[in-house]
């Protein structure tokens, strides 16, 4: 505690040295400001104080013991990551004519590293966001945001496209991975001066894009030659059903990108230098993945087709616009939290975003690895193709529920741990209200590839365009009154506004009973935000009410029955040497269950 009639200096007697931080929080206040720390007198530190009483907090955390924590957890993992290798090579063997075994692995192998890849990505942005703050990080994001938007409008759909041909055409993967790669990059060079004009265009209207941020836009568009030469090679994988390659490519090139982003921002290259990094990533990944396909036997390079590609464009148009619908009624608040609210908005928008992307990993690589399936069901299998959504959508809202729920209650802490006190209560805000729009994402990411194995890709187009719509428009008026708090809400909102006419377009098929599926994981999950009510009432620390409230939603699903003898029986095979049974709440095996798919 210190105490001044006027704006002071406080002198602590102990040695200054980089790496100190200081925290000034006024008597009558909560909310600490931090204040800059001088060297005093040659050897001390000096703090800046306001009249009145205050509490100074000084911290020691120098950017050397971050870099050395963040080196030592690269190590750990790579150790990690051999040790995984080696068992999934000496205990995983899966025939050609599995296909549970098959939909296990290509979903288990990508959804690990996705999982790895994503717990490295945390890592690296709790580092940048400290380093950069709320203020640059928004510019990143922002960049990042625009780019997402060009490499949609690039790629052109054609990865699903191509996915989903070589899935039914495995003859032809030379043909259409050629004429793929030559329609990207004819695309590519089409987009680099629409990107200039949208830029003069935006200076004209008094909205100039700041200098760094348009360096890097430019930088990682130059990225995206590599970048879509991956995306086709992954496309191949895909359509095979060998998806664990890429997923082990995917984590090395996390490690790359954290390795070389870091040395990129102590040298003092900011979030510029992180983008140029994604240069040499995206080209070393492409050199990795084209040597595990020749091994693999997996044609890709074949002469581009005039005819094919004037096909490829026309069927792989809507879900180009699909998913750039679906970014932009994704990203749409950041393009407008930006103008209307500053970057520093956009900054504590964006931790809460890391979280919620954390959560959707899990729909797409489940769903990619059902897809091959899906769509060979689609063709003459209409029954299993449904039985296989249901079950899709079951399991995704039993994980969904408990996710939000917990996300809601540990959101302030989940905020400080990834980006820092800086970002707080701001992030934690934004992190409540976002994070239920997890549920119904959850849904609409399943039922977007039912409909595309059905061949519907244009009644997705039309969804995402009423979705889209309804989000810019609420946007618009909801931002300037409650800013990311009211951009978060509008998510949730247009998540719904797109799951009515998704369900409508499989009248034919029969649309999920949703409640019907939920009714249990929604049970479950009340009783499971009321134990962490009651936990925070009591003072319990959170991490341990957390695992208690997760082991309590575990617990009363299986008491519901909510597993089903399919699951039960998909379960098992999971079980070492298949030895031990998973026995129903009844007492009933599960041995000769029919698979979940």
């Known amino acids: 505690l210190f105490a001044a009639q006027a704006d002071t200096m406080l002198v602590v007697n102990e040695g200054w040295f980089p790496g100190w931080r200081a925290f000034v929080t006024p008597a009558g206040t909560t909310e600490a400001v931090e204040v800059p720390v001088y060297r005093a007198n040659g050897m001390l530190r000096a703090v800046p104080v306001p009249p009145g009483r205050s509490t100074v907090e000084l911290r020691y955390a120098p950017m050397s013991f971050?870099?050395?924590?963040?080196?030592?957890?690269?190590?750990?993992?790579?150790?990690?990551?051999?040790?995984?290798?080696?068992?999934?090579?000496?205990?995983?063997?899966?025939?050609?004519?599995?296909?549970?075994?098959?939909?296990?692995?290509?979903?288990?192998?990508?959804?690990?590293?996705?999982?790895?890849?994503?717990?490295?990505?945390?890592?690296?942005?709790?580092?940048?966001?400290?380093?950069?703050?709320?203020?640059?990080?928004?510019?990143?994001?922002?960049?990042?945001?625009?780019?997402?938007?060009?490499?949609?409008?690039?790629?052109?759909?054609?990865?699903?496209?191509?996915?989903r041909e070589i899935a039914r055409r495995p003859g032809d993967a030379g043909r259409l991975m050629g004429t793929g790669i030559a329609l990207r990059f004819a695309l590519t060079l089409a987009a680099v001066p629409t990107l200039g004009l949208l830029w003069l265009a935006m200076s004209a209207l008094g909205r100039p894009i700041e200098p760094d941020v348009a360096a890097a836009v430019g930088l990682l568009v130059v990225a995206l030659v590599p970048g879509h030469l991956n995306a086709a090679l992954t496309s191949a994988f895909q359509g095979v059903e060998r998806m664990v390659a890429p997923a082990a490519v995917m984590i090395l090139s996390a490690l790359m990108t954290m390795s070389l982003g870091a040395l990129a921002l102590t040298a003092g290259y900011g979030f510029v230098g992180m983008a140029a990094v994604s240069i040499v990533v995206n080209a070393v990944t492409f050199v990795i993945l084209a040597r595990l396909l020749r091994r693999a036997g997996i044609a890709w390079i074949g002469r581009p087709d005039r005819r094919l590609a004037r096909w490829m464009l026309g069927a792989s148009l809507?879900?180009?616009?699909?998913?750039?619908?679906?970014?932009?009624?994704?990203?749409?608040?950041?393009?407008?939290?930006?103008?209307?609210?500053?970057?520093?908005?956009?900054?504590?928008?964006?931790?809460?975003?890391?979280?919620?992307?954390?959560?959707?990993?899990?729909?797409?690589?489940?769903?990619?690895?059902?897809?091959?399936?899906?769509?060979?069901?689609?063709?003459?299998?209409?029954?299993?193709?449904?039985?296989?959504?249901?079950?899709?959508?079951?399991?995704?809202?039993?994980?969904?529920?408990?996710?939000?729920?917990?996300?809601?209650?540990?959101?302030?802490?989940?905020?400080?741990?990834?980006?820092?006190?800086?970002?707080?209560?701001?992030?934690?805000?934004?992190?409540?209200?976002?994070?239920?729009?997890?549920?119904?994402?959850?849904?609409?990411?399943?039922?977007?590839?039912?409909?595309?194995?059905?061949?519907?890709?244009?009644?997705?187009?039309?969804?995402?365009?009423?979705?889209?719509?309804?989000?810019?428009?609420?946007?618009?008026?909801?931002?300037?009154?409650?800013?990311?708090?009211?951009?978060?809400?509008?998510?949730?909102?247009?998540?719904?506004?797109?799951?009515?006419?998704?369900?409508?377009?499989?009248?034919?098929?029969?649309?999920?009973?949703?409640?019907?599926?939920?009714?249990?994981?929604?049970?479950?999950?009340?009783?499971?935000?009321?134990?962490?009510?009651?936990?925070?009432?009591?003072?319990v620390p959170s991490i341990v009410a957390a695992a208690a409230g997760a082991a309590l939603y575990a617990a009363a699903l299986w008491r519901l029955g909510w597993l089903t003898a399919d699951d039960r029986a998909l379960l098992a095979r999971f079980v070492p040497r298949g030895r031990a049974t998973i026995a129903a709440p009844d007492g009933t095996a599960a041995g000769d269950a029919r698979p979940l798919a």
Not at 494 to 512: I, M, N
């Open 66 to 163: 971050k870099l050395g924590l963040y080196a030592s957890f690269i190590g750990l993992v790579v150790l990690f990551l051999l040790a995984v290798y080696a068992a999934w090579a000496r205990f995983v063997r899966i025939g050609d004519d599995d296909v549970v075994g098959r939909i296990a692995a290509n979903a288990a192998g990508p959804i690990g590293a996705a999982l790895v890849t994503k717990v490295l990505q945390f890592v690296y942005a709790a580092l940048f966001m400290r380093v950069l703050g709320p203020g640059a990080a928004g510019q990143y994001y922002y960049a990042i945001t625009v780019y997402g938007l060009v490499e949609i409008v690039t790629s052109f759909g054609l990865g699903v496209l191509v996915a």
């Open 318 to 539: 809507p879900l180009m616009v699909n998913s750039l619908l679906q970014t932009l009624f994704f990203k749409v608040d950041v393009l407008l939290l930006a103008p209307l609210q500053g970057q520093q908005a956009v900054g504590w928008y964006s931790a809460a975003y890391k979280w919620v992307e954390a959560f959707l990993i899990v729909p797409p690589y489940l769903v990619m690895a059902l897809f091959p399936l899906m769509s060979r069901r689609a063709e003459n299998d209409r029954a299993g193709l449904r039985r296989a959504y249901e079950n899709t959508v079951r399991w995704l809202i039993a994980l969904a529920l408990p996710a939000a729920t917990l996300t809601t209650f540990l959101a302030e802490p989940l905020i400080a741990l990834l980006a820092g006190t800086d970002y707080l209560p701001n992030g934690a805000r934004a992190l409540q209200v976002l994070i239920w729009f997890l549920p119904f994402s959850f849904i609409n990411g399943v039922t977007q590839f039912v409909l595309i194995a059905l061949d519907r890709q244009r009644w997705i187009t039309w969804s995402f365009a009423a979705a889209a719509t309804f989000n810019v428009v609420a946007n618009l008026i909801v931002i300037p009154r409650y800013s990311y708090t009211g951009a978060a809400a509008v998510t949730i909102a247009s998540e719904l506004v797109l799951l009515a006419p998704f369900l409508w377009g499989l009248r034919d098929l029969g649309a999920p009973p949703i409640l019907a599926l939920a009714w249990q994981p929604l049970l479950a999950a009340s009783g499971l935000a009321l134990a962490l009510a009651g936990g925070a009432a009591a003072g």
